[in-house]
């Protein structure tokens, strides 16, 4: 069983940032892809950016990219997601998932784990 709790999120100004956090627990985190995705209000789950169990290897959705970046601490089994240059369509709730395979993409069915969410809002 892995668990997944992320933390980082809330309220910013368009152009701000924000750094979110993912703990996972399971000993062979090192062993997993990770990923980021986010849910809209009324819209489905959207890939964000993912990283290969290294951190040598990672991928971004085009909406994201230049702004976002994804890395990972296996010592301290924790991923990132460096949200710079915020814009309101931004806003979603954003979930980490963990690819047990090491796959690292943007399929959600593809994450056997995933984290509760958490809330970030750019509003002004």
């Known amino acids: 069983q892995v668990q997944l709790v992320e933390s980082g999120g809330g309220l910013v100004q368009p152009g701000g940032s924000l750094r979110l956090s993912c703990t996972t627990s399971?000993?062979?985190?090192?062993?997993?892809?990770m990923g980021w995705f986010r849910q809209a209000p009324g819209k489905g789950r959207a890939f964000v950016a993912a990283?290969?169990?290294?951190?040598?290897?990672?991928n971004y959705a085009d909406s994201v990219k230049g702004r976002f970046t994804i890395s990972r601490d296996n010592t301290k089994n924790t991923v990132y997601l460096q949200m710079n240059s915020l814009k309101p369509e931004d806003t979603a709730v954003y979930y980490c998932a963990a690819d047990l395979r090491g796959r690292g993409r943007g399929i959600p069915a593809e994450y056997e784990y995933w984290g509760q969410g958490t809330q970030v809002t750019v509003a002004s």
């Open positions: 399971g000993r062979t985190f090192s062993s997993y892809a």
């Open positions: 990283v290969s169990w290294s951190g040598g290897s990672t």
